[in-house]
């Protein structure tokens, strides 16, 4: 066995020179129609698709949050959905987590003051936005939630007259002092 000398061609390494038609990129409208595009540049300035609805993949979606609170008596908790969600699904969303807050986001100081009306203001504009699409029509094979009753037709609902009388007795009883 020989080894190989110290001029061979076994120590060869080729310089390589991209073409100019690879280093100079024609995608930015410079370059004519004729010129080819590199294989890494395809599919550089595609627009990613719009999401559909997280729950039935319908389109149009719009991405907004919606709030659920719950007042415990010092402190409460505050649920949030931020999901794109299409008309029907949001609406849907909106009246459930609406009509939980009515039940029971009442329940504590600062809920009562604080939390629960800008929770309850929260999701009425993400009601006026849902309200703003159009109707979806849903991916075959998925369906979408069924709306349910309103909120005010909701027996649930009507559990708040309950701390709201309790607050107005007590604003009332602070004036009169």
Known sequence: MTTPSAGSDDDFVPQYTAPSWYTTPPWNGIADANTPIPWHAL????????????????????????????GLVLWGRTRTVNRPLCR??????????????????????LSLFFHTPATLLH??????????????????GRTSLKPGKPVLRRPQAY???????????????????
């Not at 627009?47 to 709030?67: D, L, S, Y």
């Not at 009601?127 to 849903?138: D, E, I, K, S």
């Open 43 to 70: 599919g550089a300035v595609s627009v990613p698709p719009e999401p559909g609805c997280h729950v039935c993949q319908a389109h149009p979606a719009a991405r907004t949050e919606i709030r659920s609170h719950t």
């Open 159 to 177: 559990v708040a007259l309950i701390p709201a009388a309790w607050a107005a007795a007590l604003v009332v009883h602070l004036v009169t002092r």
């Open 123 to 140: 999701n009425l504009a993400a009601h006026r936005q849902f309200t703003a699409l159009p109707v979806p029509t849903p991916s075959p």
């Open 88 to 109: 029907q699904c949001g609406i849907s969303l909106v009246r459930t987590m609406t009509t939980r807050t009515l039940w029971q986001g009442w329940w504590g100081i």
